[in-house]
């Protein structure tokens, strides 16, 4: 590695820190669970059977006692600012509300709120690999034109969000198929290898994400499909060519390229002699932005 | 005890028992108030008050401030603060790679509350598929968790050693790999953790390495620091650290960090994502 390659840190400069300072925190039984914007809690605050505003809180109301009803309320406020346009992009999945990966939801929410109230969500995403003697490639996917988000930026092959009620095998199983045209007798040998998390403002509010990472052997003749026509193409890189577009490119979208900078980091592609090594490991952990109560 | 456990096992250092000291406005490490008061018995070398200890300016250049502190680190240990004085240098850095500020006795690293880093390698064999992993007893007569289960190779880095020639220099002494094998240890990641150890503070960074050996390979220790090997597969490992604290106490993290990377310990463990996320402490957060 010469002096003069570029920081893999470039990644992370792309996202500054969140300033947290302008959000109100989100509480649900005594919970800190997520991050407000302004503008948006003083939508939230027209609801008052609902929600209430303190200094620099919002909270759930406390008579909304359990998930059924706290899901239940929550959901006709987000129905209305939905058709105020408020909540743009609407799903149809429900996202568990809580602090920790498994921790009984304290509600479900519309997958499109989820940002807007700074909640942490979880995703699967798969590393497809190919052995090449002692090495790897991995295939990368190139998003539609037509896409509404990021169009032509690079992807995972296999990616998706986690929604509630769905174990992260199924989920697992069901993109690949969907995403990529990979069938359960090949998803099904996917290894599980660890998390990265993310916490980037995005135009909604802030995005919490936590990435459950899969690498999964694929053979040497295997082709991913893509028949919903969200992917424009694939293509299988060297991790030599992906280390290099990392360090020099912004053409991956965030979460992708965090997949895609742990996995150089697991399978020693980059190492200890990478003067920000120790930093980019960090900040693929981050801890999630709540205060324990 | 369950997996979990030893995360927070290695997290203990409640930093409101030390305080900070710095050389030229830079922070290097955190020392207990007993030995900052002991530091401030030195007005020629430290200022030191109940808030924090600073070398004094004076003191420009690495010789200057590695033969003052080396002075008193001396005098600390002849008073019994410390004990097993090995006459080997580590560096004292602002952050990892950056030019060492000083150097300090290895066995005076704890008290002074610098920043250790050091190498941890797990070597496994491949038996039909499934992984096996090589697994060290440390001597009886060692200073720290001696007769504890420990990696086939693991040390700390010294001063003017990358983790790379420390990983060579390691495998070895401790386990007589070659060098021609031990260059193809793979880099798999890094852990720190901040503990509190024999009543000091342990600021540990490790960098952790793959090796794949050949399945008829035999370890062989050279330095007396390891009493014995055997293999284990990834199962025996899960229930021994699931059992209790057989293995040292920062291995078992490793070794967790291993079952994660490799797919044993999977996402329908209930403590799956403090476990994956635990191996990195950060400053903000428990």
Redesign the interface.
Known sequence: MSAATSSLLRLFRRCPPADLASYRRFVVADRHVGWVKPHFAQLLAEYPSVFYLTDREVHLHDRLSDVEDRSKAVAEVLSKLHERGAVPGWRGELYPVNRRFGEAPLLLMERAATPLFGLQTYGVNINGLVRDGDDCMVWIARRAMTKHVDPGMLDLVVGGGQPYGISIANNLLKECAEEAGIAPILAKHAKPVGLTTMIIEAAEGLRVGVQFNFDLALPADFKPRNDDGEVSEFQLWSFARLEENLRDADDFMFDAALAKLDLLVRHGRVGPEDPDYLDLIARLRAPAPFVRT | MSLIDHIHRCRSADMAKFVPWSIAGQAVGWVRRDVAARLGGYPTIFVADDKSVRLRDHLTSFDHRSAAVGDVARDLYEAGFFSGWRNEWFPVVT???APPLMRLERASVPMFGVHGYGVHMNGFVRDHGRLKLWIGKRADNRPIEPGKLDHLVAGGIPLGL???ECLVKECEEEASIPQSLALRA?????I?YRMEHQGWLRND?M?I??LELPADFRPANKDGEIASFRMMDLDEVESILSAGEDFKFNVALVLIDFL????H????H?D???L??G??Q?S???
């Open positions: 952050h990892f790679g990358g983790p790379q793979k880099p798999a990641g890094a720190h960074t960098f390495y793959d994660i990377r490799h797919g310990i999977t996402p329908d209930s799956y994502s403090d994956a996320l191996m990195w950060h903000n957060a428990g």
